[in-house]
Structures are given as C-alpha cells and as structure tokens.
C-alpha cells in the first residue's frame, strides 16, 4: 500500500492528527500524527489539499540524531 499523498488520504488510511509542534532538532514547524499502528509520526505542515503528505525525517537535517541505536 503507497503512503498517503493528501491530508484527506492520510485520514482515510486511519492517521489522526495530534497536535502541532517544532522539531526539537531543526527548528522547523511539525504536524504529529498517530499511524493506524498506533505509532506517532512526525509530518511536515500541509495545506489543506495543496501540499503533499511528507513524513518530516524524509526532510530533516537532523534526522540522524533521532535514530536509536541498532
């Protein structure tokens, strides 16, 4: 199954938005959102219906510093 591309397909897919917030690595503004796993995600700011749906670590400089060690 792709990823949601809209925020309306996000909704269909069983995400629910949470709050907004800043990332606590780059600064830039964040849409937290629970996966239909129940897993949070962050996700970069959309307008309704004109931005895509983007997972914010696709996107942050500083996305290495949040990955747990393996």
């Not at 996966?35 to 959309?46: H, L, N, R």
């Not at 895509?52 to 393996?70: E, I, L, N, Q, Y």
Request: hydrophobic share 30%.
């Amino acid at each position: 199954m792709p990823f949601p591309q809209t925020q309306d397909e996000l909704k269909s897919a069983g995400y629910v938005w949470q709050n907004d917030a800043t990332c606590k690595g780059c600064g830039a503004d964040i849409s937290w959102y629970k996966t239909p796993k129940g897993s949070m995600m962050p996700m970069d700011p959309m307008d309704r219906g004109a931005a895509p749906a983007v997972p914010h670590w696709s996107t942050c400089p500083d996305r290495d510093t949040f990955r747990k060690a393996k």
